[in-house]
C-alpha cells in the first residue's frame, strides 16, 4: 500500500483502516497528522488533483500554532508567517477610531498571539507532514459518494476520478472535513443553528509590484456604514481587502477588474499590483447541531462556519481536529468507551460558538460603528472608552478528573529552564505537572506513569510553572494532548483521585452523565 498516491485506486479490500478522512483541507490535513502520530491507520480521500491555490485564511493564533507545533511543523510554519502588529478602526476619513495592538513578544502559548499567513504555504506544509506516516494513506481525486454505519464498522463508497472506477473502503470511524457543502454532514442529518449573519463580501487578493509601506502593517477595519472593509497585510507581497457587497449590486458585475479597481482607488492603482484574486463570498454563521452520529463525525467548516472577521474558521477546524484525535485512539484501542466521542461534541460546540457570536459582533461593528461615539456604545469600559480584547472559551462539557475548578480551561506552555518548550517535553500525549513530594507521597513512579502513556513534568526546577500551578490553588495539573486541562490537585486525597480517573490509561472509564461536568 502507498503511503501518498496520486492516484486512489481502491483501497486495500480486505482492510479496515482505523479512521478514513474525508477532505484534505486544513482541518482533514491537521486531523490526519495527528491520527498518524497517534499510529493509527488512516486513509485520506480527497476530491481534488491539489491543494487549492488560492488563500482563503490569512489569519492563525497562538493556539493554533501550539498544534502545529505539535504535529512537528512549526518552525516550518514560521518561516512563512508574519507576526501580526493589531488591528485598528478607522472612520471614513482614516481618523483611527479604536487600537487594537496584538502582543508583539512571545505570549503564555509559547508562541505569537497573532500570524498572518498564506494558506497554501500552510497547506503544503501539512500535507508533506503526512508523508512521514506509513499507517497514513493518502488519495487524491477520490470522490466521496456515499457513506454507511455498519456497527460495527463504516463503509466509504469513492470515485476514482483519473479512471471513473467505483471503490469502497472500511474505516472503525469516518470523519468528514469535507467542508462547507458537507456530504458527511447531510449523512448525519443535522440541523444547522443560525447565528444571524449572511452578507456578501468581495474578497481582493493582490501581489504588489513594488513596497508599498504606506498601506501599514495593520489590519484596518474601515467603518464606513456605507462600504465597509478591511485591509490584511499579509506576508511578503500580497494584500488583501474585503469589501462589503451591498444589496442590489451583482456579484459578477462587482468583481469585475474595472469594479475592484475602482473600489480599490482609495490605497492602490492598477499599475502598482495585479490582481490575483477577486471573488464574492457569502458569509455565514451557522453550527451543525449534531457533529456524530455513530461511526460519522464532522470537523471544521463541515460542522460550523463563520463570518471572517475574527480569523478564526480555520483556527476552529484546528482545534476540533485537536480535540478528537484523542478521543480517537483511546476508543479504537479500547482505552475509553466510545460515549468519550459525545464529548468532542459536547466541549467544541459551545467554544466555537463563542468565537462566531464575537465575530458577528465585531461584523456589526464594522458595518455600523463609524464614530468614536458608536465605538464606545458598543464596546463600553469603566473608564468611558472602548476596548477590544481577545476571548479564550472553556471548553463545553466533558470529561474531567481529580478537582473540576479549572477543568476545560487552555493550561499555557512555558519554555522550560532546560529543555524548550513545555509540550515536545511530551507529545500528542497528556501530561502530569506536579511537585515530586505530592507525587512521592501517592507513591507512584514516573516509570509508570510513562508506561501508561502519561508524560510527567515536576514543576521543582520550574519556577514560573510552579507559580502559575500555585496560582490556581493547586500542587498537581493533568492537561490532555490537545493542551486543555482534565484536572487538578492541591493534596495526596486529590491526586490519588486525579490518576484514578486518568490512569493507568487516561480517560479509561465509561463516561456517565454525572462525568460531564464544566
Ligand atoms: C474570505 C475568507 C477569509 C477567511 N479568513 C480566515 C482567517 O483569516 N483565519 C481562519 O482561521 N479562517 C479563515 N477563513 C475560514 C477558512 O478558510 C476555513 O474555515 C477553512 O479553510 C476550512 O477548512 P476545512 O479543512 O474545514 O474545509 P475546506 O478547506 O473547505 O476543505 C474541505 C476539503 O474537502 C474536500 N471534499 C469535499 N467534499 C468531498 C468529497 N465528497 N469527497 C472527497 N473530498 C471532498 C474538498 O475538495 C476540500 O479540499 C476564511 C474564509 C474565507 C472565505
Known amino acids: 500500500m ?50 487549492y491555490h488560492l488563500p482563503r485564511a490569512v489569519h492563525f493564533d497562538d493556539e ?18 508574519r507576526v501580526n502588529p493589531g488591528m485598528r478602526f478607522v472612520d471614513t476619513a482614516g481618523k483611527l477610531l479604536l487600537d487594537w495592538p496584538r502582543p508583539q513578544e ?33 488519495y487524491s481525486r477520490a470522490n466521496v459518494l456515499q457513506v454507511e454505519d455498519r456497527g460495527d464498522h463504516a463503509e466509504v463508497q ?10 469502497s473502503a472500511a474505516a472503525r470511524y469516518v470523519v468528514g472535513c469535507d467542508g462547507a457543502r458537507s456530504l458527511l454532514r447531510q449523512l448525519i442529518g443535522t440541523e444547522m443553528e443560525d447565528l444571524g449573519f449572511r452578507e456578501r463580501w468581495l474578497v481582493i487578493d493582490v501581489l504588489l509590484k513594488q513596497p508599498k509601506p504606506e498601506l501599514g502593517d495593520h489590519t484596518i477595519q474601515h467603518c464606513n456604514p456605507s462600504r465597509p472593509s478591511t485591509y490584511v497585510r499579509c506576508p511578503e507581497n500580497r494584500r488583501r481587502w474585503e469589501i462589503a457587497v451591498l444589496d442590489g449590486e451583482e456579484s459578477d458585475e462587482i468583481s469585475s477588474a474595472g469594479s475592484v479597481w475602482q473600489l480599490l482607488e482609495p490605497w492602490l492603482s492598477p499599475d502598482e499590483a495585479v490582481l490575483e484574486r477577486q471573488a464574492v463570498y457569502t458569509f455565514h454563521s451557522t453550527i451543525a447541531r449534531r457533529w456524530r452520529k455513530g461511526r460519522l463525525l464532522i470537523a471544521g467548516d463541515a460542522a460550523h462556519l463563520t463570518p471572517p472577521f475574527m480569523g ?49 459582533r465585531l461584523g456589526g461593528l464594522i458595518n455600523t460603528c463609524g464614530t468614536e461615539e458608536a465605538l464606545r456604545a458598543a464596546l463600553p469600559q469603566a473608564d468611558g472608552s472602548a476596548r477590544m480584547e481577545s476571548i479564550l472559551p472553556n471548553l463545553g462539557l466533558g470529561p474531567s478528573a481529580g478537582c473540576d475548578t479549572h477543568r476545560g480551561q487552555l493550561f499555557p506552555q512555558p519554555r522550560l529552564q532546560e529543555s524548550g518548550l513545555m509540550d515536545d517535553t511530551v507529545g500528542y500525549a497528556p501530561l502530569l505537572l506536579a511537585d515530586q513530594a505530592l507525587l512521592n507521597a501517592d507513591e507512584l513512579t514516573q516509570p509508570a506513569l510513562s508506561e501508561a502513556g502519561v508524560g510527567f513534568l515536576s514543576t521543582d526546577g520550574e519556577p514560573e510553572l510552579g507559580d502559575h500551578i500555585k496560582r490556581m490553588g493547586a500542587k498537581a495539573v493533568l492537561v490532555r494532548p490537545d493542551r486543555y486541562i482534565l484536572g487538578t490537585a492541591a493534596n495526596k486525597t486529590e491526586l490519588a483521585s486525579l490518576l484514578a480517573g486518568a490512569y493507568p490509561s487516561p480517560l479509561n472509564r465509561t463516561l456517565n452523565e454525572s462525568d460531564l461536568k464544566l
Not at 484523542?326 to 484501542?333: S, V, Y
Request: charge should be negative; charged fraction near 25%.
Open 2 to 51: 502507498p503511503t501518498s498516491a496520486d492516484s486512489p485506486g481502491n483501497a486495500e479490500p480486505s482492510k479496515t483502516y482505523d479512521v478514513i478522512v474525508v477532505g484534505l483541507g486544513p482541518t482533514g490535513a491537521t486531523l490526519a497528522n495527528l491520527l498518524g502520530l497517534c499510529g493509527l491507520s488512516t486513509l485520506v480521500l480527497e476530491r481534488e488533483a491539489a491543494a
Open 106 to 138: 512571545v505570549g503564555p502559548n509559547g508562541w505569537h498571539a497573532s500570524y498572518r499567513f498564506h494558506q497554501p504555504d500552510l497547506e503544503k506544509i501539512l500535507r508533506d507532514a503526512l508523508k512521514r506516516f506509513d499507517q497514513v494513506d493518502v
Open 64 to 81: 493554533v500554532m501550539r498544534v502545529f507545533q505539535t504535529i512537528g511543523v512549526a518552525e516550518e510554519v514560521t518561516k512563512t508567517v
Open 158 to 167: 469513492y470515485e476514482d476520478l483519473a479512471s471513473g472506477q467505483k471503490c
Open 312 to 360: 478564526q474558521g480555520m483556527c476552529a477546524g484546528i482545534r476540533d481536529a485537536a480535540n478528537l484525535a484523542w478521543k480517537l485512539a483511546l476508543c479504537i484501542r479500547a482505552l475509553a468507551d466510545d460515549k468519550l466521542l459525545e464529548s468532542y461534541e459536547s466541549e467544541r460546540l459551545p467554544h466555537v460558538r463563542e468565537f462566531i457570536q464575537t465575530a458577528v
